[in-house]
C-alpha cells in the first residue's frame, strides 16, 4: 500500500486508489492510514469521526465506513491479482479488525510521512556533521513530498488536526534548516524571492526575518535588510505588545554598525559574514 498524506489523500492499493469520496469515509481512511500498521482505537476513531458527540449509533456507523472501506481495498486487490498468482490477502487482511479498534496494513508500502521524517533525520545529522551541501539536498528531498496542506481534502476533527500542526511545525523547521544550510553555502541571492514569500506568510516567525536580513545584507542590500527588521517590529509591538527578540535587535545593531563603518561594500562584521561550515544561524548572530 502507498500512502500519501503531505497533501490530498491519495492511498493506493495496488496502484489502484482506494479512498472513497463520501467525507466521513475518507476521514476514516486518513486516521487509519496516518497510523498504518497500528491499532487505532475504536473510541478514538469514534472521537475524530463526531467531535465528541457521537450519536447512539456511532459504532454501528463506524463499522458501516469500516465495511464501504474494505469493499474499496477488496476491487483493488482483484484488479492487482494475477490469474495463478499465490492467493493475494483478503481486504479483511488490509483493513483488519483487532481487539479494541481497526488496523490498516501497510504491507511494506511507502509512505510519505514516514519519508518526510526520515530524510529530515538524515538532512538534521548532515547538518550536525558539517555536509551543507548534503543537508541542503536532503531537507530539500524531504520537502519536496509536500504537495500541499497535511489532509488537505479531509475534514478533520480533534485527531487529525492536531497532526496537521505537528506536521506543519516539522516541515517549517525542515524549511529552516534548509535555508540555514543554504546561507551557509553562500546562497543569498538566491534564497531572496523565497525569504519574500515565506516571511510574508509567516509574520512572526524570527527566524526567517533574520535569515532574510542576511541574505539581503550579503547581497549588498543594507536598506532593505533594515527595513525587514522594521517592518517586522512594527507588527510584533503593534498586534502583540512584543518586542523582537534580543538575538534579533543584535542582527539589526550589527548591521547599522557595519553600514557606518563601511558604507560602500558589505562587510565582514563578525555578526554578518557567512558563517563557516559547522556554524549555524545563531552563532552568525
Request: hydrophobic residues 40%.
Amino acid at each position: 500500500m502507498d500512502i500519501g498524506l503531505l497533501g490530498a489523500l491519495n492511498v493506493r492499493e495496488n496502484g489502484t486508489s482506494i479512498a472513497p469520496t463520501a467525507p466521513k469515509p475518507r476521514q476514516l481512511l486518513a486516521l487509519l492510514a496516518l497510523r498504518a500498521d497500528q491499532v487505532v482505537p475504536v473510541r478514538t476513531l469514534i472521537e475524530e469521526l463526531w467531535a465528541g458527540t457521537p450519536p447512539r449509533s456511532a459504532r454501528t456507523t463506524l463499522q458501516t465506513y469500516v465495511l464501504q472501506l474494505r469493499d474499496l481495498i477488496a476491487a483493488a486487490l482483484c484488479r492487482g491479482a494475477d490469474s495463478g498468482a499465490v492467493a493475494a490477502p483478503s481486504a479483511k487482511d488490509v483493513l483488519m479488525t483487532l481487539p479494541g479498534g481497526y488496523l490498516l496494513a501497510a504491507g511494506g508500502g511507502s509512505s510519505d510521512i514516514r519519508e518526510f521524517e526520515r530524510l529530515c533525520r538524515q538532512g538534521c545529522r548532515a547538518m550536525d556533521d558539517g555536509n551543507l551541501t548534503g543537508a541542503s539536498g536532503t531537507l530539500r528531498r524531504a520537502l519536496d513530498l509536500w504537495t500541499g496542506p497535511p489532509f488537505a481534502d479531509v475534514s478533520t476533527g480533534a485527531h487529525l488536526a492536531v497532526e496537521a500542526r505537528r506536521l506543519e511545525e516539522s516541515r517549517l523547521c525542515a524549511l529552516d534548516q534548509r535555508i540555514e544550510a543554504d546561507l551557509r553555502l553562500g546562497r543569498h541571492r538566491e534564497l531572496l524571492a523565497e525569504l519574500t514569500v515565506l516571511t510574508s506568510r509567516y509574520r512572526t516567525h524570527e527566524n526567517l526575518h533574520a535569515q532574510f536580513m542576511l541574505a539581503l545584507y550579503r547581497s549588498g542590500r543594507r536598506g532593505e535588510a533594515l527595513l525587514v527588521y522594521q517592518q517586522l517590529r512594527t507588527f510584533l509591538v503593534r498586534d502583540l505588545g512584543l518586542e523582537p527578540s534580543a538575538r534579533l535587535r543584535r542582527l539589526q545593531q550589527s548591521i547599522l554598525t557595519a553600514a557606518a563603518d563601511n558604507p560602500g561594500t558589505p562587510s565582514h562584521h563578525d555578526d554578518l559574514a557567512a558563517p563557516a561550515p559547522g556554524g549555524g544561524l545563531a552563532r552568525a548572530l
